[in-house]
């Protein structure tokens, strides 16, 4: 268990070099974005709720990465900033104001994201982010661990059910993100149409979903979990956690099978009970947190595992693409929202499961060897260049490798 005494809760405390990587984690990292890659693929980048068309293929898809891909990107977002608040206090900075620019900065980038593909979530992380720079100045990681938890466990889903068994108005009235605004344009629309509704008015059942199903509430959560296990160097020290991280797979894996094996019984029994429309919708949306959150502790540990032994060459080639999240996870929008919105190819109901399936697993490859390549010769993807000049305004940062740097 984490330490609350100060020498141990610093922020500094067991911290890895400035000048390391953690492989580790960019492997992570790697992982929740080429699973979120292929649900967004499966799905059509959403198209999907509009024409469901049921099948194993997309039930096991999603039953394995939808949910917990995005879980692990926000985990791994709150060591993120552990590593950069950590490095500024090494050199004797205060990052607090560069980390608010660099947040406002990620927040315009998911904006014109956002235009393109309406379901991105670097706004949210970004806007969420500024409470980490309000929960690092609570030096004891116990009682950061403890609001983590709380986050976690679906507090506003349980007001919700609470509220929506009592009677409340607001609890049992039909759930505002079910209004979809966007979903005919997308159908139908052009680009300039698509642009138009991503403006905002396609973005309000986004929210929506974020609020009334507890997304928000839910990632940070997730970002104060990711920054005690910074604190904690967990990270940085596999070795220490060997002795339990094996059993908490097998528990994080049982419980998720069980979690989905029972969710439907359970909701049909809660339902039984007739306390309302609203806890109906709460208690199954809280079933599906917890399953997700299982299912993200089940990954995240089996990745850590496969990385920590044997299996590292199996997950090490992940490391890449984990580095250029932010550039990646742009391009993929770019390239597939037009292959299957109606402004484009519109092939969102003429790919089959199976097709999307094949097509989404030969990207995730690409992805990686291309990802290998680029940073054989660059230090850095170049949306995350541009990002990290504009952080330190600066445009000296280093993109080439020094080896590859052309001759004059």
Known sequence: MPRSHRPDTSPGAGAVSASSRLGVVDV???????????????????????????????D???????GKSFSLLALCFGFSFFILMDRAARRGEDFTARFAWRLLL?????????????????????????????????????????????????????????AGALGAGWANAPAQSSVDPGMPVYLSGDLWQ?????????????????????????????????LVLGRTNFFGDLAKSRAWRLPALVVAGLLAVLLFIGREPAREAFAGLRLGLGADRAFWALINMWLDLAGTAFWALLVIALYDGAGRRLVQPLAAPGRLTLTYYILQSAVFVPIFYHYGLGKYDDWDAATRLWIGLAAIAVQIVVAHWWLARFQYGPIEWVWRALTYLRRDVPFRRRDQAPTR
Not at 60 to 66: D, G
Request: overall charge positive.
């Open 194 to 226: 698509v642009l138009r509704i991503n403006l905002w008015a396609g973005q309000q059942s986004k929210y929506w979903f974020f609020l009334e199903y507890g997304r928000m509430v839910q990632i940070l959560g997730l970002y104060l979990l990711g």
């Open 106 to 162: 990620l927040e315009c980038i998911g904006f014109l994201h956002a235009l393109i593909y309406r379901g991105d979530i670097m706004q949210t992380l970004a806007a969420i982010g500024f409470l980490l720079l309000l929960f690092n100045r609570v030096r004891s990681n116990g009682l950061l661990l403890g609001g983590a938890v709380f986050c976690l466990i679906g507090p506003s889903l349980i007001v919700q059910l609470v």
């Open 60 to 66: 096991i898809v999603f039953a394995l990465f939808m």
């Open 28 to 58: 992570l990292r790697g992982f929740a974005l080429m699973a979120l890659f292929l649900v967004h693929v499966i799905e059509s980048y959403e198209l999907f709720w509009a024409v469901e068309k049921p099948g194993w293929i997309t």
